[in-house]
């Protein structure tokens, strides 16, 4: 999916600090950070701003480990109040939403963008929490049981976080039980909007509206229950599972590695075992099962009528 870095929103706190709070030296840097952030939105050409996005999420990684790791230890102590009282602390802590729920707040706002894409697929989506890299989400609504759908949605959902978050570990999502009378849409049309990033320069990189193409990957009669299949799609490997009379695709390699999963992979019921490593994954879904670590990553797929189509996505990075 498409970058977009919005590093610093006006650089203003969430609770605007009074403008004598701060030192004068540390209110006319922010003055005179949001005077270049402008400048470079007008000015600079696309290579100067990728590069200036890639600082800044390479800044916000290193400053945001840092802090988070700082609050955790002030409130273990007792001592996160009385340290906040300090106008520069406190506009540090605000920058990088330390308060409570800042995480899962960054997160619903890297979402915000999806929904559309999201609803049109009659799902909805709620941010449940965030810790530490790892953001827990519930799909529900129409499409939330539907094995194409809810692949597509998640890919969607998860490269949105991976682009959004410079800190993003993984995804764990609930899936709300479907609402009667749901009918499979089978060919999603809609497109996914471009997400916001985590860094907060707002539109300091215009992304091209990614879309997503359909490519026919293998008859589904391949993939009977219990069979896992490795197919090439545009030069990708893609791994196909059949259970229970339903499909799932994913990424073919083992997480963190370059090996393929196809190349012996077994089913224990819905567990997926990785033929190098022993690693073992929920097939519904890609979650790691035997250690915290990466999931699978997740291909959107769908079935028209006899035939199985992987979704690629085109306009940004995927």
């Known amino acids: ?55 800044l999420r390479a800044v916000d990684i290193v400053h945001r480990a840092g802090l988070r790791r700082l609050d955790a230890v002030l409130r273990e102590a007792d001592l996160r109040e009385r340290v906040l009282i300090n106008p520069e602390v406190r506009l540090l802590f605000d920058l990088y939403d330390l308060g409570d729920d800042g995480d899962r707040l960054r997160a619903e706002a890297v979402l915000e963008a999806a929904r559309p894409y999201i609803e049109s697929h009659g799902g909805q989506l709620a941010v449940l929490d965030a810790v530490g890299g790892v953001v827990t989400v519930r799909l529900a609504g129409a499409c939330a049981g539907c094995v194409g759908s809810t692949a597509t949605l998640r890919h969607v959902i998860e490269q949105a976080l991976r682009d959004g978050l410079p800190d993003f570990e993984r995804m764990e999502v609930e899936i709300a039980p479907e609402r009667p009378g749901h009918v499979h849409v089978r060919s999603p049309s809609a497109q996914p909007a471009s997400p916001p ?64 999963l196809a190349s012996g992979a077994r089913l224990e019921g819905a567990t997926l075992v990785c033929p190098w490593h022993g690693c073992r994954f929920d097939i519904r879904g890609g979650r790691r099962l035997d250690a915290e670590g990466s999931g699978l990553g997740v291909m959107p797929i769908a079935v028209v009528g006899a035939e199985i189509r992987i979704g690629v996505l085109r306009g940004g990075r995927s």
């Not at 498409?2 to 540390?26: F, I, Q, S, T």
């Not at 950070?33 to 701003?49: F, G, I, N, P």
């Not at 009977?224 to 197919?231: A, F």
């Open 197 to 260: 990033g985590l860094i907060q320069i707002d539109n300091l990189r215009r992304p091209e509206r990614p879309t997503l193409d359909w490519r026919s990957a293998m008859p589904v009669a391949e993939v009977l229950p219990g069979t896992v299949r490795g197919v090439a799609v545009e030069g990708l490997g893609v791994l196909v599972v059949g259970l229970d009379g339903e499909v799932y695709a994913y990424r073919d390699v083992c997480p963190g590695t370059p090996l393929p």
């Open 1 to 55: 999916m498409a970058r977009r870095a919005e590093a610093v929103a006006d650089l203003a706190p969430a609770a605007p600090l009074a403008a004598d709070a701060l030192p004068a030296a540390v209110a006319d840097a922010v003055e005179r950070l949001t005077e270049l952030v402008a400048t470079v939105e007008s000015d600079a050409d696309e290579r100067v701003q990728g590069l200036l996005v890639d600082l």
